[in-house]
């Protein structure tokens, strides 16, 4: 049986929220970071640039709020179905996202998932200082992440399935075999190989399915 993988993208894909939007919240900067996030979704500003001018926001809010949030995140229905089907299948699970590594790892542990990639929140005397910290986990950061992922396994990228739903999955979604947008931004949804719309990811098992 050929061996394969599946990565996905973390906030509003495999959970319904975008978590630095929960953080703003509690830093009273939400309006303005959904604002940015938006934009950077649609591809219209970098990344990068958007991560900076968010994270910016937060500087203040107590490290408590990591523990806050996963308790308030929710995951996408389907989701656990999804993964756990696919790991009954021999398959391998990967998160990569351009959230926070606080958060992701968490989830990935309640998934049984060992790989996944994320920005780090940086923290001094129990506060966000504003600023993250290691590599920043761009479009370009997210498809080297399945790159090296498919090395790691000894599995061929053409066997590898990317879902996301914003501008800065498409890099990781051109790498692998199946790129599947979910409930993705209009330029996501032209470039994706599949796109789904609907409310639940276990429909992405169909189109997996049906790309047998």
């Given at each position: 049986m050929t061996r394969r993988l599946i990565v996905l993208d973390v906030d509003s894909t495999l959970i319904t929220s975008e978590v630095i939007e929960l953080i703003a919240a509690r830093a009273g900067t939400?309006?303005?970071?959904?604002?940015?996030?938006?934009?950077?979704?649609?591809?219209?500003?970098?990344?990068?640039?958007?991560?900076?001018q968010r994270v910016a926001t937060l500087a203040g809010v107590s490290d408590?709020?990591?523990?806050e949030v996963i308790e308030e995140v929710q995951f996408t229905p389907g989701a656990e179905y999804l993964i756990s089907?696919?790991?009954?299948?021999?398959?391998?699970?990967?998160?990569?996202?351009?959230?926070?590594?606080?958060?992701?790892?968490p989830l990935a542990r309640?998934?049984?998932?060992?790989?996944?990639?994320?920005?780090?929140?940086?923290?001094?005397d129990g506060r966000l200082t504003g600023r993250t910290y290691g590599p920043v986990i761009d479009r370009a950061a997210k498809a080297q992440a399945l790159r090296e992922y498919c090395?790691?396994?000894?599995?061929?990228?053409?066997?590898a399935v990317a879902v996301g739903d914003g501008a800065n999955d498409l890099d990781m979604m051109a790498v692998a075999g199946l790129g599947i947008a979910f409930n993705a931004k209009p330029v996501v949804q032209s470039h994706a190989d599949a796109a789904v719309n609907e409310p639940s990811l276990a429909a992405v098992l169909d189109v997996i399915d049906a790309r047998a």
């Amino acid at each position: 049986m050929t061996r394969r993988l599946i990565v996905l993208d973390v906030d509003s894909t495999l959970i319904t929220s975008e978590v630095i939007e929960l953080i703003a919240a509690r830093a009273g900067t939400q309006v303005e970071v959904a604002r940015v996030t938006e934009a950077a979704m649609r591809g219209e500003i970098d990344f990068g640039e958007s991560l900076t001018q968010r994270v910016a926001t937060l500087a203040g809010v107590s490290d408590t709020v990591f523990n806050e949030v996963i308790e308030e995140v929710q995951f996408t229905p389907g989701a656990e179905y999804l993964i756990s089907t696919l790991q009954e299948r021999g398959w391998t699970a990967a998160l990569v996202s351009g959230g926070f590594h606080e958060i992701v790892g968490p989830l990935a542990r309640q998934l049984n998932i060992d790989l996944f990639r994320a920005n780090g929140l940086e923290v001094a005397d129990g506060r966000l200082t504003g600023r993250t910290y290691g590599p920043v986990i761009d479009r370009a950061a997210k498809a080297q992440a399945l790159r090296e992922y498919c090395s790691q396994l000894g599995i061929d990228t053409a066997d590898a399935v990317a879902v996301g739903d914003g501008a800065n999955d498409l890099d990781m979604m051109a790498v692998a075999g199946l790129g599947i947008a979910f409930n993705a931004k209009p330029v996501v949804q032209s470039h994706a190989d599949a796109a789904v719309n609907e409310p639940s990811l276990a429909a992405v098992l169909d189109v997996i399915d049906a790309r047998a």
